[in-house]
C-alpha cells in the first residue's frame, strides 16, 4: 500500500501497531484526538475528531487501508461513546465511501456478546448480548460494515478484539487474550487477501481456555499463540475470583457491573443533592 491509516494510534495499541506496521504501506497516516509523538520517517501524523465529518473525510484521502481503532474504548457517558463511537463510525465509512472503498479493519469488541456466559462456545454468527453502552456502540460499528458492504460494496474485517496485551494479566484472559503478534499476523493477512468481504472474526490467540470459535482461516491466518504459556503464573500471581462473581460468570467480566454512566436518575440525584 501507499498509504495507511491508522485510527485511534495514541492508544496503548495503536502505539504498539504504529511501531510494527511499517513495512505495509509506503506511508503511516497516524490519527488522534490524544497527543501522539511526533511524525518519523515514512510516517504522517494527524489531529483530527472523529466527530467532525469534514476532518474525516480529509483523513481518509489518498488511504488505500484503514486500520480503525479510534473512539472510546471503555464505558463512559452515553454523549461521549456517541460522538466517537456511533457518529465518528458513520463519518469514516462515508469518508471511505468518498474515497474509493480502501478496505477498512474495524476493530470490535468482545463486549459486543459480553452477557454470554463463560459456559458458552460461540460463532461468529452468534446473538449480539452487550454488555454496555460501549458494547452496543461496537454492535452499531458491526452494522453499519454491514450495511455499506451490502449496499455500497465496502470491504471490512470486523475484528471482535479480546485482550490484545504483552501477556494475559489475570483468569478471564487466559481465554480472551491476543498476542500482538496474533494480531499483526491477522492485520497482514486482512490487506493481503484478494478477497475480503465482511467477515466477523474473533480477534484471540489460540488459547486453550477459549470461547470462541475462528473462522478466519480463509484469509490464510490462524493464531499461533496460546495462553496457557502464561497460565502457570497467572495461578501463581493472581487469586482466582469467586464463582459468582461476574468476572468468573459472563464473558465481558466487569463490564456487566458498569452503571449505565450519566443516567437520567443519576443526574437527578446529583440536582437534589446540589439543591441541599
Known amino acids: 500500500m501507499k498509504r495507511l491509516l491508522i485510527t485511534g494510534a495514541g492508544g496503548g495499541l495503536g502505539r504498539m501497531l504504529r511501531q510494527r506496521l511499517g513495512h505495509m504501506a509506503e506511508v503511516l497516516r497516524l490519527s488522534d484526538i490524544a497527543p501522539m509523538a511526533p511524525a518519523a520517517l515514512g510516517e504522517e501524523v494527524v489531529t483530527c475528531d472523529l ?66 456466559p ?21 454492535a452499531y460499528g458491526e452494522a453499519m460494515a454491514h450495511l455499506y458492504h451490502d449496499k455500497f460494496g465496502q470491504e471490512t474485517a470486523i475484528v471482535r478484539i479480546g485482550s490484545c496485551t504483552p501477556a494475559p494479566a489475570d483468569w478471564r484472559m487466559l481465554s480472551t ?38 473462522t478466519a482461516g480463509h484469509l490464510g491466518w490462524r493464531p499461533k499463540d496460546n495462553s496457557a504459556a502464561h497460565a502457570a503464573h497467572v495461578h501463581r500471581t493472581v487469586p482466582r475470583p469467586e464463582a459468582d462473581a461476574s468476572v468468573a460468570r459472563y464473558q465481558g467480566g466487569v463490564f456487566t457491573d458498569e452503571p449505565i454512566h450519566g443516567a437520567w436518575d443519576q443526574r437527578a440525584a446529583k440536582r437534589a443533592g446540589d439543591r441541599d
Open 177 to 214: 487474550w491476543l498476542s500482538e503478534d496474533d494480531f499483526v499476523a491477522l492485520i497482514e493477512a486482512v490487506f493481503r487477501a484478494p478477497h475480503l468481504g465482511c467477515p466477523v472474526i474473533w480477534g484471540a490467540s489460540d488459547n486453550d481456555a477459549g470461547w470462541w470459535e475462528n
Open 51 to 116: 466527530a467532525d465529518g469534514a476532518a474525516v473525510r480529509d483523513l481518509v484521502a489518498g488511504c488505500d487501508g484503514i486500520v480503525h481503532l479510534g473512539g472510546i474504548s471503555v464505558e463512559r457517558e452515553f454523549d461521549l461513546i456517541e460522538a466517537a463511537n456511533l457518529r465518528g463510525v458513520y463519518n469514516l465509512y462515508e469518508a471511505a465511501r468518498a474515497h474509493g472503498h480502501p478496505r477498512i479493519l474495524f476493530a470490535s469488541s468482545n463486549h459486543v456478546v459480553g452477557y454470554h
Open 118 to 138: 463463560q459456559t458458552a462456545r460461540l460463532g461468529p454468527d452468534c446473538p449480539l448480548r452487550p454488555d454496555s453502552l460501549y458494547g452496543v456502540s461496537k
